[in-house]
């Protein structure tokens, strides 16, 4: 029987998805696991997987509109049905409940120590047929000795709308959506030549695919590449209004439920980390070979895990609905990373079991599949524990928001030489400042310093981690 491909549900805050760009047309053979469109949510641009094989019998939502979570946006033939039956049987109006439906893949329980508890995470709904996975096609950079942007408290900066320069005076002001901007940026489709169907001329996403398909100019190749990441100038005396993607919606709605909902607190610890930065080098030295370099990152990632299993409170979630705490046995750590149009936490799962190599090499390779937009799904959420990181920009010590259900999260600053008294002599050190964000409903001040000072002595004498 015909099997509807529906959208799925990627977040919490998450209604509705737009069909950025079906990758596949009717009448195409697809097989289990290949990449048949793009979909917008409300946190990035991800490509969806057929679940099963079959042949693309008819699209029910066209690139560029909207669907509801839930709601049928393709059918799939995979039995002994003629496409062509089943693209009639849609096209007269037969309900989607005729086709086959397949049962909703439920989020996996996670395991607590000694015993198996369910995650309290509401389960992520997802289609009968299709999958997704993040997309992100802003670059991602990961600094030596930083693991990503602050997640919650930097706002990503907007993109103006262009200034037309053809004809007129050169302030004709350019009409592009949020979405079809970006698709124009990564098709390399020049805006100022592409004739918008939109209301009043704006340009939409179907104007740059068709413009894409046809081969439409491109910014020329001789324009720097920073360049086109620059947004333009508002001119002297005028303003501009600029509509928020779905990311930095999502991103607001969520950060500020966080601050109304939970009643935060604040500790802030300075660390010397003298010892491990004389340690990482001679580490590089040694891994020279292997092309692996160390960052202060990745020994704060370490330090982190083994204090969150020696201070299980913090590596929690809580479910207010319920009144309930889940304590977990594994340490996945959400690492705060900076997009341009919004932030996102990749998840570095049971990071506990890691040692410094591997949490270099994954913390690489998650980053690059970021870029390439081959993020799995579940590397985007089941968090236990956050950690942002903004040395890297010269930020000394900040405040992070707690991204709930987690039940804290950490600020690291950058590491610095300090005038400090080491051995009643006042001299340079290398110093660097955390702070903890914790939700006061689960965590008090005395536990919360207990995890501090156990993150201080296990970064200030690195064989701490050994005992």
């Avoid at 990449?35 to 939502?61: H, S």
């Avoid at 037969?94 to 086959?100: E, G, V």
Wanted: net charge neutral; charged share 25%.
């Amino acid at each position: 029987m015909p099997t509807p491909i529906t959208m799925p549900q990627q977040s919490d805050t998450m209604t509705e998805g737009t069909v950025v760009k079906w990758l596949k047309k009717e009448g195409d053979k697809i097989k289990a696991g290949e990449e048949i469109a793009e979909i917008e949510t409300d946190k990035a641009t991800m490509p969806m997987e057929a679940f099963d094989n079959g042949t693309l019998a008819v699209i029910l939502t066209p690139a560029g509109e909207k669907a509801a979570v839930g709601a049928p946006i393709a059918v799939l033939a995979t039995g002994s049905e003629s496409p062509d039956a089943v693209k009639k049987q849609y096209a007269s109006g037969a309900p989607a409940a005729q086709a086959k439906s397949a049962p909703t893949a439920a989020a996996p329980a996670q395991k607590a120590v000694g015993s198996e508890v369910a995650s309290s995470r509401p389960p992520q709904s997802q289609s009968a047929t299709a999958t997704l996975e993040p997309a992100n096609t802003a670059e991602l950079k990961e600094p030596d000795g930083a693991m990503g942007h602050h997640a919650n408290r930097e706002a990503a900066t907007a993109v103006p709308p262009l200034r037309s320069s053809n004809g007129g005076n050169g302030n004709e002001r350019l009409r592009v959506s949020p979405l079809a901007r970006r698709i124009a940026q990564d098709k390399g489709v020049d805006l100022h030549q592409v004739a918008g169907t939109g209301p009043g001329g704006r340009i939409v996403q179907k104007d740059i695919l068709l413009a894409a398909e046809k081969g439409a100019s491109k910014t020329p190749a001789t324009a720097p590449a920073a360049a086109a990441q620059l947004p333009a100038r508002v001119g002297t005396g005028q303003t501009e209004k600029v509509q928020l993607t779905k990311m930095r919606t999502a991103i607001a709605t969520a950060l500020q439920r966080s601050k109304q909902n939970i009643p935060h607190f604040y500790e802030t610890m300075d660390i010397d980390v003298e010892e491990i930065s004389q340690l990482r080098e001679r580490l590089n030295k040694r891994l020279e070979k292997e092309k692996i370099r160390l960052s202060i990152g990745d020994f704060v990632t370490q330090a982190v895990a083994a204090a969150l299993k020696r201070h299980p409170i913090l590596n929690a979630t809580f479910d207010a609905a319920r009144n309930e705490i889940t304590r977990y046995g594994d340490v996945n750590l959400g690492i705060a990373v900076a997009l341009p149009e919004g932030l996102i936490v990749p998840v570095l799962r049971g990071v506990d079991q890691m040692g410094l190599k591997e949490i270099r090499q994954r913390s690489v390779d998650i980053v690059e599949r970021a870029r390439a937009q081959r993020l799995k799904g579940d590397e985007m959420k089941g968090a236990t524990f956050t950690v942002s990181n903004l040395g890297a920009y010269g930020v000394r010590e900040f405040m992070a928001i707690v991204n709930p259900p987690e039940v804290g999260i950490l600020a690291v600053g950058g590491a610095e030489q300090r005038p400090v008294v080491h051995n009643g002599q006042i001299v340079p050190r290398t110093i660097m400042t955390v702070t903890l964000s914790a939700d006061h409903r689960v965590v008090d001040g005395a536990a919360a310093a207990d995890f501090l000072r156990t993150l201080k002595n296990l970064l200030e004498e690195p064989g701490m981690q050994l005992l």
